[in-house]
């Protein structure tokens, strides 16, 4: 249901249907696309920046082993947690601005933000909608409505995070059929997804990075990246689009800043 009206909304601020983009045909992505003045993803210049302490933010339940569901939208990957009225997955206190649930947690080849021009293989957004708003599809209409976290990862020989072996496991049961999700063989951790031992993140005002491009995002990207496999990566990635082509890259090119503040996020 909350698919459905997240379609909904998109469709009605735009008068497009967001599944008819790709990231060929730029171009042809809705007007806020080409003209906002908040846009994502950004390159983060990190030497020199002048660090802010804060208290931390909760991760309440994201240590929890959940089951979730994956699905091919014919862009990504995306992954929901389907137990979360017996376990919500909530973020709350530190700097945010009020408590937000996990909607999704979806993925980029390569990434999309970059520090100091410098991309990575691999990026993972967990996607948040403001507690009160009761769906994302409300929440992007909202003020402080979205949060995303949004973690970078490289290519290492031996190390993964576990989070990745359990979806790239399930990848080819989708990689052709499009919006038709299924049960993960296991459950999954949404703390996996989230560095370990450094948790200082980069805040800024962004936008959606794929349309309708919808700005008045909050974006906390984090400064240590994770490590993936390249076998992780290669059965992660390998999905279709409803043309029935291979998706090997899915990221937008990096946009202006305009002016705007980047804050570097230390937690204490």
Known sequence: ??????????????????????????????????????????????????????????????????????????????VRFTDQNRYPLIIKNGILPGEYVLDNIHFHWGSEHTFNNKRYAFETHLVHYLRQAGSLARALQMENGVVVLAVLSEIHHRDTTQGFIEIANS????????????????????????????????????SLTTPNCTEGVHWLVYEQPLNIRNSELDSLTKIYDKNSNEITQSYRPIQNLNGRTVRYICEI
């Open 171 to 206: 990848v080819a049961n989708v990689a052709r059929r499009l919006e038709q999700p299924i049960s993960l063989g296991s459950t999954i951790c949404p703390d996996d997804f989230l560095p370990k031992y450094n948790r200082d993140f980069f805040l800024y005002r962004g």
């Open 1 to 78: 249901m909350m698919k459905f009206s997240l379609f909904i909304v998109l469709k009605i601020l735009n008068g497009v249907n967001p599944a008819d983009w790709d990231y060929h045909n730029l171009g042809e992505w809705p007007r806020v696309c080409q003209t906002g003045h908040s846009q994502s993803p950004i390159d983060i210049k990190k030497w020199g920046m002048k660090k802010e302490f804060t208290q931390m933010i909760h991760y309440h339940n994201f240590e929890r082993s959940h089951s979730a569901t994956i699905s091919n939208t014919g862009h990504t990957v995306e």
